[in-house]
């Protein structure tokens, strides 16, 4: 129960103690340098005679520090390696007020030193790093402080080849194992520093340092022979320098060490000469620190009244008790000390002091715990309603995306099937189009086929007819006709032999057979023009046109041209339709004078028959292909001639015949 | 053989004519050599016996009569040939006088007629009967001279071709076919027997066609 405070206040010395490293010499060292001042002619050693000057002065004259680096910066100003060094004093001034500030200025030096590979630059890099390690240190970050003298400090202090910087490294790690009771790292780390500082010949100082503090760590790890013999190393390095600082904490671990052995009275003789020192010194809490010591002393030594008159005065004293946590170890030990003295109502006193500084202690390590953690809370939720809102961004500019894309998708879509829709339409109109073509033609084609059927039927049917005329004219000439004229002949020859009363009777008879034979020839030329083939087409149509003159009709036939190299059927067809278009102005014009006209050029002959009778109208539906002329048309149409009728009443009529001939 | 009788061959398809005509012709002067149905067997014979006279009917079963005329002619110049037909139209008449043909009479002759006919030509005569002359002495048109009639169509294009229209202008405007044009302006040539343009249109001038 007692020896864990005892244990808690070493370590808060501790702390305490570890930055402060004055050199033992003191003054001496700031007079050397003086001297350098004075006597150097070069701007470059004077410049860093005066930084280290700062460096020594800070803390202790604030004001001649402060002209001392000004002077440094001053003579080191045409010197582009000093502003490295310049920047490592500087930060020092910083290294208290302003922990960022100073290792920003810390860093910049060290980038600044990057630049030189020698031996000096690589001692004050560590140096840098040192400090900024301990600048983390001071923000309760033990583990970067180890890394940084492991990865960057100590590294730099062997290729600067400074022993000395390396062992002050060691101790500067065996002092963090220490305190955080990794003992066994401590011991080793502990020992490598000694040898280093041992071989280097280091300041007594440092390696008296180095000795007491391993000592205090033997006393942890309960190995009290060694400290024993540590402690009697440091006191050999210490001796030559009575008034060192060094003493102070000497003494504190020599009187701890007595205090566990059971040497009450060695342990305050210690104790006893560090106060000495102390007030000697004027180092108030110090002394403090040591009469605290010296109360567990008194109480392990079951002291009582000793151990309370001792606390009584720490309780006035208020360097110390401007620490809680000295102040809660005071109060409790008064409160334990009170219940050894059997004064109870004391110990409650104090008790009740304690347990309210303990509660207000706790409440505000709690308060301060709670608010770190609220603050941590704070950016979690801050990060967390961060990340949330960066999350909703991320989903609102994705949905955008997504909405842009889906739009583009759809305008594509819409396109396409516009596209679709316009390429369809067309289609079907094309498609409906040709369709239309299509059953054109075809209809087309079906009237062709029927016109064609009906040419070819008209064309049989005039084909027959004819066949049928020529066998009736034949059979007319050759039986009628021949018998007729028989007939005829024998009656010339009983004329002229009958007697004079029947004579009269005979001349009748005669008459009237020739009028048959007449009548006979003309149904038979009808039937079949004979002469077509006797006399040619050109003849037998001139013949023709005399046969329908008469006294107030004539014709005027006017044959062009016309070659007899036409076949059998074209000259029937043509005599045929100049036949059937004489019938027609004899039969319907009225007219005087009838004009025939056929010529023929090349393959193409052409029939005029005009008329200058009463006419008609083509139009009127009456005149409209009659009988006749739809005969004339088959008849055109076998020769694929074309027809053209023209006609006004009381203007004549003019049918113009276009025929293909083979000649 | 008969030195005072005239020979005549009787060509003619009906053998019911022939038969009228031997009686018609025997006797007197006349003795009938012999008689034909078809021109060929008769064309043998007129060659071997040469007849002073064959009476020639046009239609035949084997040769027109009119062709049949010109090579009795050829065969036998002296043989006088008398066409005896029912053919009335001018241009068969015209056609077998050009193929040496002596006379032309219809068969509803009387005896009397014939003989004489027969006599006329045997006399070297050229001999019709009195229709036939009738017909061949009707003259045409033409011969007399006449201005010759125009169609609408002719009196169109004439009218055209005097205003320096092409066949091509006068085509597109009447709307038919340059061929048909050609062939009006050359039959126009035709109808006044001229042979150019210039000419054409002095003369369409002189009838007072334009």
């Known amino acids: 129960m007692i020896r864990n405070p005892l244990i808690i206040l070493l370590l808060v010395l501790g702390i305490y103690i570890c930055p402060a490293q004055t050199p033992l010499s003191g003054s001496t060292y700031a007079d050397s340098l003086n001297q350098i001042l004075k006597n150097a002619g070069n701007d470059s050693v004077k410049a860093r005679a005066n930084l280290l000057l700062s460096e020594y002065w800070y803390n202790k004259n604030n004001d001649e520090a402060h002209e001392h680096l000004t002077k440094g910066n001053e003579l080191g100003q045409n010197y582009p390696y000093l502003k490295g060094l310049q920047l490592y004093y500087e930060a020092y001034f910083y290294y208290d007020t302003d922990k960022e500030k100073s290792q920003s200025i810390y860093l910049t030096a060290d980038s600044l030193l990057k630049e030189y590979q020698n031996a000096d630059a690589y001692y004050y890099r560590s140096k840098v790093w040192r400090r900024i390690g301990a600048l983390k240190q001071t923000l309760d970050d033990e583990k970067a402080f180890t890394d940084i003298l492991l990865n960057k400090a100590i590294p730099f202090a062997r290729q600067s080849g400074d022993s000395v910087l390396v062992g002050d490294h060691y101790l500067a790690l065996g002092i963090v194992f220490k305190n955080q009771r990794q003992l066994d790292k401590a011991e080793e780390y502990c020992l490598k520093a000694i040898s280093a500082l041992r071989n280097a010949r280091a300041e007594p100082g440092v390696l008296a340092k180095a000795y007491y503090t391993i000592a205090e760590n033997y006393v942890f790890e309960e190995k009290y022979a060694q400290t024993k013999a540590m402690l009697d190393s440091a006191k050999v390095r210490l001796s030559p320098y009575p008034d060192s600082e060094h003493f102070l904490r000497y003494y504190a671990i020599e009187g701890m060490y007595f205090t566990v052995v059971g040497q009450f009275d060695d342990a305050l003789v210690s104790l006893d000469r560090g106060i000495a020192l102390a007030q000697k010194r004027a180092l108030k809490y110090e002394e403090q620190t040591l009469l605290f010591q010296k109360f567990y002393v008194h109480y392990n030594d079951k002291e009582y009244r000793k151990a309370e008159k001792i606390f009584q005065f720490l309780l006035e004293q208020k360097e110390i008790m401007s620490l809680a946590i000295n102040k809660l170890q005071i109060y409790q030990g008064l409160t334990e000390t009170y219940v050894n003295l059997g004064d109870m109502k004391q110990a409650y006193e104090w008790q009740k002091k304690y347990s309210t500084l303990s509660d207000s202690l706790h409440t505000s390590k709690l308060k301060s715990d709670i608010n770190a953690l609220e603050i941590k809370y704070n950016n979690a939720e801050k990060e967390k309603r961060i990340a949330r809102l960066e999350a909703e961004n991320k989903m609102a500019s994705l949905a955008a995306h997504n909405n842009r894309l889906a739009n583009w998708l759809l305008g594509t879509i819409s396109l396409f099937f516009l596209f679709v829709v316009l390429y369809s339409y067309f289609y079907y109109r094309k498609d409906k189009k040709l369709a239309f073509e299509k059953e054109q033609n075809y209809r087309n084609q079906l009237t062709k086929l029927k016109q064609d059927q009906q040419l070819m039927s008209a064309q049989a049917m005039l084909k027959g007819e004819e066949l049928e005329r020529k066998r009736m004219a034949q059979d007319l000439h050759d039986g009628l006709g021949g018998i007729l004229t028989g007939v005829r002949i024998n009656l010339s020859n009983v004329e002229t032999k009958v007697a004079k009363t029947l004579y009269e009777e005979v001349k009748k008879i005669i008459t009237n057979v020739d009028k048959s034979m007449k009548e006979l020839r003309r149904i038979a030329h009808n039937l079949m023009p004979e002469s077509l083939s006797r006399i040619g087409l050109s003849s037998a149509l001139e013949d023709l046109c005399k046969s329908y003159e008469t006294l107030d009709f004539k014709v005027d036939y006017q044959p062009y041209e016309i070659q007899s190299t036409l076949t059998e059927t074209e000259k029937l067809t043509i005599y045929r339709i100049v036949q059937e278009l004489l019938n027609n102005a004899l039969r319907h014009s009225k007219a005087s004078l009838a004009i025939v006209q056929c010529s023929q050029n090349e393959n193409k002959f052409y029939i005029t028959v005009e008329d200058n009778g009463i006419g008609f109208d083509p139009q009127s539906p009456l005149n409209q292909k009659g009988l006749g002329l739809r005969n004339l048309d088959h008849r055109v149409q076998t020769m694929d001639g074309s027809i053209n009728i023209i006609s006004e009443p009381n203007d004549g009529t003019t049918v113009n015949i276009e025929l293909n001939v083979l000649g | ?210």
Request: charged fraction near 25%; hydrophobic fraction near 40%; glycine fraction near 6%.
């Open chain 2, 1 to 210: 053989m008969y030195l005072d009788k005239t020979s005549i061959v009787i060509v003619d398809d009906h053998s019911i004519v022939i038969e009228g005509l031997k009686s018609l012709l025997d006797g007197d002067p006349l003795d009938v050599l012999g008689h034909f149905t078809s021109g060929n067997e008769a064309c043998d014979f007129i060659e071997r016996e040469r007849p002073d006279l064959v009476l020639l009917d046009i239609n035949l079963p084997d040769v027109s009569g009119i062709d049949l005329c010109r090579k009795i002619k050829a065969m036998a110049p002296e043989t006088k040939v008398l066409v005896l037909s029912n053919h009335n139209e001018r241009n068969i008449i015209m056609q077998t006088l050009q193929n040496g043909a002596n006379g032309y009479m219809l068969k509803n002759i009387s005896k009397q007629g014939l003989l004489q006919g027969i006599s006329a030509v045997m006399a070297g005569e050229i001999h019709f009967c009195n229709e036939i002359g009738g017909i061949i002495s009707k003259p045409t048109k033409y011969e007399l001279g006449d201005p010759p009639y125009l169609t609408k169509r002719e009196k169109q294009i004439l009218r055209m071709v005097a205003d320096g229209e092409t066949t091509q202008e006068i085509a597109s405007r009447l709307n038919v076919s340059p061929l048909t044009i050609e062939t009006h302006r050359r039959n126009l040539h035709h109808k006044f027997q001229v042979k150019n343009v210039a000419e054409l249109i002095m003369v369409a001038n002189k009838h007072q066609l334009l």
